[in-house]
């Protein structure tokens, strides 16, 4: 048996319910006086207007000379994560994918992104970077959503708009705007610096 939920806007309740929720208010300009089936005009309203686009997000960034912080073994690992990331976008665009290979190329950013980080901020370190603490910091919070990330998308939970936004997000300012303003600190390998 399904239930009808019948408003009647001739009913003295109807003003009080149209003056004290705005939401009812709405209603009753929207639809004529009389008994409707409240259910079925909500059911409509919450109905997307347009057909439901793909969520785009903006495209990880190509590797190009001007992304160098001056390490070569640094800058390998930018390549390769920019191209780690452009392969999960691809997973995450297609409607074929199954969770095992996102899940798949998911951890295989993760992964380089902590050898990556150690590596860096190892380097940092040796060079004395005075902004290092912050550079930590940014690397634990994004290491803390990659492995949320990674957490949801073991047990299938993972939504695919929200998952490819942060990793645009994360690959498109990681270098540009963590690892460029300190790229001095990081162009000598702490064991070629000490021999300088």
Known sequence: MNARLDFDLS?????????????????????????????????????????????????????????????????EQHITLLELGRDL???????????????????????????????????????????????KGVHRAARTQLDNLLADASRSILDRPVLSGLIADWMGHHISENDLPVKDYMKQTPTARAGA
């Open 11 to 75: 009913k003295p309740g109807a003003k009080f319910l149209c003056l004290t929720f705005p939401f009812f208010a709405t209603i009753h300009r929207l639809i004529s006086p009389g008994r409707v089936n409240t259910q079925q005009f909500l059911m409509n309203a919450m109905q997307p207007k347009n057909p439901s686009k793909p969520h785009r997000v903006k495209p990880i960034p190509k590797w190009s000379p001007s992304l160098s912080v001056g390490n070569a073994k640094l800058d």
């Open 89 to 135: 976008m691809r997973l995450l665009d297609t409607d074929t994918a199954t969770e095992d290979q996102i899940n798949s190329a998911l951890e295989d950013i993760v992964r380089l992104a902590r050898l990556h980080d150690t590596l860096e901020e190892s380097i940092l370190e040796a060079n004395d970077c005075p902004t290092l603490a912050e550079h």
